[in-house]
């Protein structure tokens, strides 16, 4: 299951990526099985997308566009994709992120339009 953060950005990708890593924690490597990458590439999360895996969720940050775009939320460019154990840890996380973000300063909405 699946949640999602929205973020209203005006900057790059990797410019959103560097202030969220320090607000949410987010370590400089993955270190889980397969220790992914974290900056990617992929056709159906919208080109060029961050991927964090951390207590057993993987975290994507990526452009609402393309395959990727929800109708919705078009007003933010960006969106955190969280994928859990289920629904409901999932989207508590989701609120998490939005009530740590909103702190810092970030326009952010949590959600689950994706499901």
Known sequence: ?????????????????????????????????????????????GGEYWLFETLG????????RGDTFSEERSDYPFYISIKGANQETSLALARHLEA????????????SLQW
Do not use: K, T
Not at 106 to 111: F, I, K, N, P, Y
């Open 100 to 111: 740590v973000l909103q702190r810092a300063g970030l326009d952010v909405v949590a959600d």
């Open 1 to 45: 299951m699946m949640a999602e953060v929205y973020v209203c950005w005006p900057g790059e990708l990797d410019d959103l990526v560097e202030v969220l890593r320090p607000e949410l924690n987010f370590p400089e490597r993955n270190i889980g099985p397969g220790s992914n990458p974290q900056r990617r590439e992929g056709i159906s999360w």
């Open 57 to 64: 969720y993987e975290l994507r940050v990526v452009h609402n």
